[in-house]
T-cell receptor
Framework: DTGVSQNPRHKITKRGQNVTFRCDPISEHNRLYWYRQTLGQGPEFLTYFQNEAQLEKSRLLSDRFSAERPKGSFSTLEIQRTEQGDSAMYLC?????????????????FGPGTRLTVL | DQQVKQNSPSLSVQEGRISILNCDYTNSMFDYFLWYKKYPAEGPTFLISISSIKDKNEDGRFTVFLNKSAKHLSLHIVPSQPGDSAVYFCAAIRDTGNQFYFGTGTSLTVIP
């Protein structure tokens, strides 16, 4: 399977605990995105990486959230001191570099997501 | 600040008929628009896209129409099939940006 994978698929934690999610993008994809999706909403952009560089962050990404992509391959999203409002589906997506123009990266490939429940 | 909106949370259509899903946006600077389909327990999958310089793009049973003056796009599925039952999201992006803006989704049910 050469698609985007995310682990774990489900995470239940108590308020105040730290959690970390992992995303493995399609191997040749340079761009990696994190989204959050809550019930009845569409995916909301959190952050974007081009290789290992984090180039854009949403205002939604509070200082309790941190994302890394240390070698330009897999990425992790950590949430510190979780709150009940952090309960959501966290989606990862990847796309090619865009060197050939916007049509090169406009199609994103999404993973199945990690569902976080904060009790 | 919801820049992309889908005002119909759900839609039911008979198999073989046309499904029309609608999407409105507020930012006239968007350059590209996309539709994604999402099945339960899966991530969204890309369906079709359109550039803001076009007013129509067709791919098999799927056609996207763009009305820039009205800041409105629609996805037509003809004929609709039961396997099309899913949640459909529209999304938009600027040519100079990296952030995709998604609508809230429309749940389509195609009745056999």
């Amino acid at each position: 399977d050469t698609g985007v994978s995310q682990n774990p698929r489900h995470k239940i934690t108590k308020r105040g605990q730290n959690v970390t999610f992992r995303c493995d993008p399609i191997s040749e994809h340079n761009r990696l995105y994190w989204y959050r999706q809550t019930l009845g909403q569409g995916p909301e952009f959190l952050t974007y990486f081009q290789n290992e560089a984090q180039l854009e962050k949403s205002r939604l990404l509070s200082d309790r959230f941190s994302a890394e992509r240390p070698k330009g391959s897999f990425s992790t999203l950590e949430i510190q001191r979780t709150e009940q409002g952090d309960s959501a589906m966290y989606l990862c997506a990847s796309s090619p570099s865009g060197l050939a123009g916007v049509w090169d990266y406009i199609e994103q490939f999404f993973g199945p997501g990690t569902r976080l429940t904060v009790l | 600040d919801q820049q992309v909106k889908q005002n119909s949370p759900s839609l039911s259509v008979q198999e073989g008929r046309i499904s029309i899903l609608n999407c409105d946006y507020t930012n006239s600077m968007f350059d590209y628009f996309l539709w994604y389909k999402k099945y339960p327990a899966e991530g969204p999958t890309f369906l079709i896209s359109i550039s803001s310089i076009k007013d129509k793009n067709e791919d098999g049973r799927f056609t996207v129409f763009l009305n820039k003056s009205a800041k409105h796009l629609s996805l037509h599925i003809v004929p609709s099939q039961p396997g099309d039952s899913a949640v459909y999201f529209c999304a938009a992006i600027r040519d100079t940006g990296n952030q995709f803006y998604f609508g809230t989704g429309t749940s389509l049910t195609v009745i056999p």
